[in-house]
């Protein structure tokens, strides 16, 4: 009798120590799906947003990457059938295991591309983002399948694995803009989420040991693996730099990633560049006439002055040229970017650059989107800059529209001046005379002119007020570089092919001004 109540209470036991196993086993696998969500988000992330720093047009790469890897992942769902059910377990590894290999080194391989072959970046990007969807999108079902082989109930499978499936999802696209992206940037990121899918399909390997066959051979290329995107997640900056030299073929001296855009300043003798998300901003040689032409047409003719309001104009260059004028008490910077102010306030080379403007008691720095600024903002000022980076994407294209010049002219003096950086009336002449149509829709008269700057061609600004009657300056009180009567002169004429052109004006709903800006230089550059 005594025998039979021990057997018994073994059986208990076993039976105990059998239920915790399962119910471990049951949170081993969900917690695998939180990981491998949030590893398949950033890895889309990566994608979209390198491609949009390298490409431009950020609604156009994150839609069709989106696109792309949804249907890539709905393959993957489909061909997650042919698995057998004794090699689920199995095949998730060895799918961990790929995608964590092809997941880690993309935005490395894709920025390399991007910097020394240009030619078949596109074709890389949706192969890989491909390649990485089907393979996402055949986790989850293997995952489901292996908790339903452990007689999980159909509701709580489905609603445990897409509550997770969701929470991974949402915790990247939490960190990604706001941790990971400016304080890793994006190839240190992808080396660390292949690294996540590695782990778990360690985790998953020595979890179930006992059900898998050939462990050491998973064993070593998980270790294998887990060596290359280790190694390229400690290399990753001198990757970048690398790869950036080949990018812009001049040694960089700074770069830094932000949630909004990526900086690179490069030095090639006494030539010091700004480029944003690849594009150049300015180059020091000549950035002079830029500046030039940018401020002092409007300030010379302006001697009562006393305030002037700056929107974007973060490497304080602009800044510059207006603090030369004795009679302006107060500027206004906007930037979005507190990266790019503090680089050029603190770094000695920027700062030499900008006469250290950012320093001048008269300057107040606000970092935030000018839209919403001047939203909420009641200043008013006797002139306002507004230089703004090109309308290459929708971001950019809200900051030259109706609305947006709406608000700006609300801001200014009625008999102040505004003056926009319009990119090129040669290179891009749909998208200046949309700048214009533009500016004139809000019921401001507009004066354009452009200046021949090196290392942009010829380029355009529009001077716009809310009375008629401005003339240019004949004679300037500063000593200037560039300009004096006949530059000035010359800047407010256009010869033949440079002619107005009767375009729309660009609203907010509809955004042409970004096509027409993409069109005009698509049949530009090679």
Known sequence: MAGKLFSQEIVKETKSILAQRAVMTKKILILSVFVVASCGLAYELIAGALSSYLLGDSILQF???????????????????????????????????????????????????????????????????????????????????????????????????????YLGALAVSLLFPLVLAPQLGLVRTGFLFGMLNIGVACWTLHT???????????????????????????????????GEHGLFGDEVVYSTSTPYQRLVITRWKDDLRLYINGNL????????????????????SLPWARSVLVLGGGDGLALREILRYPNIKQVTLVDLDPAMTRAFTTRPELA????????????????????????????????????FPDPSSFALGKLYSVPFYGMLKKHVAENGLIVVQ????????????????????????????????????????????????????????????????????????FPPDMQR???????????????????DWRNVIR
């Not at 042919?82 to 993309?106: C, N, Q, T, W």
Request: hydrophobic share 50%.
């Open 63 to 165: 839609s069709t990457i989106i696109g792309c890897y949804l249907f890539a992942m709905g393959v993957g769902a489909h061909f997650s059938k042919y698995v057998k059910d004794e090699a689920v377990l199995e095949r998730f590894i060895d799918i961990e295991l790929a995608v964590g290999l092809i997941g880690g080194v993309s935005a490395a391989l894709l920025f390399m591309t991007f910097s020394w072959m240009s030619a078949p970046f596109r074709t890389l990007l949706y192969v890989l983002v491909f390649l990485i969807g089907m393979l996402v999108g055949m986790e989850v079902p293997l995952v489901m399948r292996a908790l339903n082989a452990r007689q999980t109930e159909f509701s709580e499978l489905v609603s445990r694995v897409l509550t997770f499936d």
């Open 208 to 242: 179930f040991r006992r059900e898998l066959t050939n462990v050491l051979g998973r064993a070593l290329r998980a270790g294998a693996v887990l060596f290359v995107l280790a190694l390229g997640f400690g290399l990753s900056e001198r990757m970048v730099a690398w």
């Open 422 to 493: 319009s990119t090129s009336p040669f290179f891009a002449p749909h998208a200046y005379w949309t700048i214009d149509a533009t500016l004139r829709e809000v019921g401001l008269h507009t004066r354009p002119y452009h200046a021949y700057v090196p290392s942009f061609g010829e380029w355009g600004f529009i001077l716009a007020s809310k009375r008629e009657g401005y003339t240019p300056p004949a004679s300037y009180g500063l000593p200037m570089r560039f300009l004096n009567a006949d530059t000035t002169r010359e800047m407010f004429a």
């Open 281 to 300: 901003q300015f180059s020091s040689r000549d950035e002079y006439r830029y500046h030039e032409a940018l401020v002092h047409p409007a300030l010379a």
């Open 352 to 387: 030499a650059l900008n006469r250290h403007s950012f320093s001048d008691p008269r300057v107040k720095v606000v970092n935030a989107d000018a839209a919403i600024w001047l939203q909420h903002a009641d200043a008013m000022f006797d002139a306002a800059i507004v230089d």
């Open 501 to 519: 052109q009767s375009m729309a004006p660009n609203r907010l709903n509809t955004q042409s001004l970004v096509r027409e800006f993409e069109h």
